[in-house]
């Protein structure tokens, strides 16, 4: 069954550090997303990216993040200069269209820690 | 910013008791997604739900969405200590992002 991938599955970095997270979607899918997740807190959607541009953000996703699909197949989330409060996981999600069910489908995350 | 509030928090049951979580919300919600996340994972989807009224099984879980498409409940037959886990309902807008709820930590006791 195909599923998103996510690497790597923990970061850690120095804060001011830049970072970049990497996440295969599922292959036939046109819609990604990132969502955030602080250590006992909900779930956070950070940004949605559709024919290789943004296509909605949150109050999150200031000008320290970045969304990039450098290829046919990875999506990419990059930190510029990592703070503390950026400690959390990190999920990658896709889904097959922008469909009113709006189904979408998790990576396994990845934990990033800033020091 | 849409809200989503699960009740109760946390939950910790028998085995074979049969158990409700509740997704409430003011806003409305063009469709509902419950999804469950194990400790270090990411969410997985069980099921969607887009119809006022809808309602839909899977085995022993049934799900429903309210008339009014603002609020959803999930109820589970028998629990078993497979079902043990964090739930969470998601409200999507027919915009590109989900709003996921507080969760609901449920623990079934052997």
């Known amino acids: 069954e195909p599923e998103v991938t996510q690497t790597p599955s923990h970061q850690v970095t120095q804060m001011g550090q830049e970072v970049i997270l990497r996440c295969v979607p599922i292959s036939n899918h046109l819609y990604f997303y990132w969502y955030r997740q602080i250590l006992g807190q909900k779930v956070e959607f950070l940004v949605s990216?559709?024919?290789?541009?943004?296509?909605?953000k949150s109050e999150i996703f200031d000008d320290q993040f970045s969304v990039e699909r450098p290829d046919g197949s990875n999506f990419t989330l990059k930190i510029r200069s990592t703070k503390l409060e950026d400690s959390a996981m990190y999920f990658c999600?896709?889904?097959?269209?922008?469909?009113?069910?709006?189904?979408?489908?998790f990576g396994p995350g990845t934990r990033l820690t800033v020091l | 910013t849409q809200l989503l509030e699960q009740s109760p928090q946390f939950l910790s049951i028998q085995e074979g008791e049969n158990l409700t979580v509740y997704c409430n919300s003011s806003?409305?919600?063009?469709?509902l997604q419950w999804y469950r996340q194990e400790p270090g994972e990411g969410p997985v989807l069980l099921v969607t739900?887009?119809?006022?009224?809808e309602v839909k099984k899977l085995k022993r879980l049934t799900f429903q969405f309210g008339d009014a498409r603002k609020d959803s409940s999930l109820h589970i037959t028998a629990a078993q200590p497979g079902d043990t886990g964090l739930y969470l309902c998601a409200g999507g807008t027919g915009a590109n992002n989900l709003f996921f709820g507080t969760g609901t930590r449920l623990t079934v006791i052997p």
């Open positions: 999600a896709s889904s097959r269209a922008r469909e009113v069910n709006n189904e979408q489908f």
């Open positions: 990216f559709y024919n290789n541009e943004i296509s909605e």
């Open positions: 739900v887009v119809t006022g009224g």
């Open positions: 806003s409305v919600f063009s469709s």
